[in-house]
T-cell receptor
Framework: GNSVTQMEGPVTLSEEAFLTINCTYT??????LFWYVQYPGEGLQLLLK?????DKGSNKGFEATYRKETTSFHLEKGSVQVSDSAVYFC?????????????FGAGTRLAVHP | DVKVTQSSRYLVKRTGEKVFLECVQD?????MFWYRQDPGLGLRLIYF???????EKGDIPEGYSVSREKKERFSLILESASTNQTSMYLC?????????????FGPGTRLTVL
């Protein structure tokens, strides 16, 4: 079946450190891939997306590249800030007539210290 | 700005009670979704609706039902609440057009069943 696997957290970093959160997927067909972010006390927000192989999604200094050969979509940021502390979810969707059902990973909590 | 609102941020109910969770969106979206979020499991789809009075089961519909009488409102119903339904519940909405349509999330309702 279709699934998403993320690295377990929490990830604890100092401000300005480099961030990588690993995400791999299993899917039949050609999924679109997403990173969502959930700040404390809030719902999820779309952070970035990639809809085909070798696409790079980017937003707010975060990047992720859709790698079909390794079925991965790792999230990276060159220099994290305290305000990036949140839970990050990797997700995929497969074309399904417009319903766009999302399949989520377990989430990775990031804590950034000054 | 897209707005998805949920009726309560926190709710405490007793085992056996009938519980209603309400979600309202103001973007005229066709699709609406209910997820539950549990630590280590990510988000799991309970039910979704692609039109008024239409509904489809998600991955974990047991113990839940839904109602969509108006386009902007989607209700999740726990017919007889149980302690294993203690969780965070997230509502989302999206358009229903070709390709991927971003889902917009509400802030969530943290339900505790005693």
């Amino acid at each position: 079946g279709n699934s998403v696997t993320q690295m377990e957290g929490p990830v604890t970093l100092s401000e300005e450190a480099f961030l990588t959160i690993n995400c791999t997927y299993t899917a039949t067909g050609y999924p679109s891939l997403f990173w969502y972010v959930q700040y404390p006390g809030e719902g999820l927000q779309l952070l970035l997306k990639a809809t085909k192989a070798d696409d790079k999604g980017s937003n707010k200094g975060f990047e992720a590249t859709y790698r079909k050969e390794t079925t991965s979509f790792h999230l990276e940021k060159g220099s994290v800030q305290v305000s990036d502390s949140a839970v990050y979810f990797c997700a995929l969707t497969l074309p399904s007539g417009g319903y766009n059902k999302l399949i989520f990973g377990a989430g990775t909590r990031l804590a950034v210290h000054p | 700005d897209v707005k998805v609102t949920q009726s309560s941020r926190y709710l405490v109910k007793r085992t056996g009670e009938k519980v209603f969770l309400e979600c309202v969106q103001d973007m005229d979206h066709e699709n609406m979704f209910w997820y539950r979020q549990d630590p280590g499991l990510g988000l799991r789809l309970i039910y979704f609706s692609y039109d008024v009075k239409m509904k489809e089961k998600g991955d974990i519909p047991e113990g839940y039902s839904v109602s969509r009488e108006k386009k902007e409102r989607f209700s999740l119903i726990l017919e007889s609440a149980s302690t294993n339904q203690t969780s965070m519940y997230l509502c989302a909405s999206s358009f229903n057009m070709g390709g991927y349509n971003e889902q917009f999330f509400g802030p969530g309702t943290r339900l505790t069943v005693l």
